[in-house]
């Protein structure tokens, strides 16, 4: 019985993961599945740094741009659709490459998501308005009352992890820490990591050089046109987030862009941070020779 390989392309925004997966695609003459929870959305391109038309025409790509900003899409319909599409795809191709620095998300299709309870729709929407309305701070004291092992382990900075860890809490009376299991479930493809990386500055420098080019690309338009809908979960992201702040009047134009660079910055931190605790990656610097992934990744397949 032959084996079927998922490449998975990881590491910290503005590395060139990309740029990589296109190569990768390419070679091993394949397609490429996206992980970036923001690059689904159509109206999400300048801010995600979603590929280029010209990126999209050198491989077929799939979960880009294909959902709008209202729709509601969350990390376990993922799961199951690229697992649905992973088995149609390695009908033909033995190797599929997947990119994305969203780390659930990566985890979602390599490792599989701990069976959690139907979440009451009122709770969500209930939790959503309280962020919206009072902040974060909140809702982390919650949080840490009802479910201090998940306070202390999961990204307690991202409104979505705090938001779902309560829901969980509140729709089940037990704590979402209960439901962790962390067993990996079983997948008929053997998945080889690659991640890149760089020496702090370097990424730092990378993310702020994105930055300057998504404004001068009219990153401040598209978030005008997404003005009326800033209270969706789905732009609650950097790069849009900030400019909203700008657009109300809040913040001078200036000081959003620094608070762009700045939490991306943060991002790409906790990036490598949850990145780094898988031990099977592969790492590379970000300047690689091609040849050297692909006899990274041969080598991984004839073991």
Same mark, same amino acid.
């Given at each position: ?41 159509? %109206?999400?391109?300048?801010?995600? !740094? ?6 999209? !025409? ?18 376990? !319909?993922?799961?199951?659709? !690229? ?50 309305? %009072? ?123 620094? %608070? ?44």
């Amino acid at each position: 019985m032959k084996t079927n390989y998922l490449i998975s392309i990881v590491g910290p925004t503005a590395i060139g993961k990309t740029a990589l997966s296109i190569k990768l695609a390419s070679h091993f003459n394949t397609e490429i599945i996206s992980a970036d929870s923001r690059q689904f959305y159509n %109206e999400m391109q300048i801010g995600t !740094a979603a590929p280029t038309p010209s990126e999209l !025409a050198a491989a077929t790509h799939h979960f880009i741009k294909h959902l709008s900003v209202d729709h509601y899409y969350n990390v376990g !319909a993922f799961e199951k659709d !690229a697992i649905a599409l992973l088995d149609k795809l390695h009908q033909k191709h033995k190797v599929v490459v997947m990119v994305g620095g969203s780390g659930l998300y990566v985890n979602a299709v390599t490792k599989g998501l701990d069976d959690l309870p139907k979440i009451d729709v009122a709770t969500r929407t209930l939790l959503n308005t309280r962020y919206q309305n %009072e902040g974060l701070k909140p809702l982390q004291a919650q949080l840490k009352a009802l479910d201090p092992k998940a306070y202390k382990t999961i990204a307690i900075d991202n409104p979505q992890r705090v938001i779902r860890a309560l829901e969980v809490c509140l729709s089940s009376g037990k704590p979402y820490s209960s439901f962790l299991k962390g067993k990996d479930k079983t997948r008929a493809f053997k998945t080889i990591t690659i991640g890149l990386t760089a020496e702090r500055q370097n990424i730092y420098d990378r993310i702020n050089q994105r930055v300057d080019l998504m404004i001068t690309e009219g990153l401040l338009d598209e978030v005008k046109q997404l003005k009326p809908m800033q209270h969706l979960n789905a732009l609650n992201t950097v790069g849009y987030k900030e400019l909203f702040n700008y657009l109300d009047g809040t913040w001078d134009l200036e000081f959003a862009i620094s %608070e762009i660079k700045k939490n991306t910055r943060r991002f790409a931190k906790r990036q490598l941070t949850w990145f780094k605790k898988n031990e099977n990656t592969i790492w590379f610097d970000y300047q690689y020779k091609l040849e050297a992934i692909v006899a990274a990744i041969k080598l991984e397949m004839d073991s």
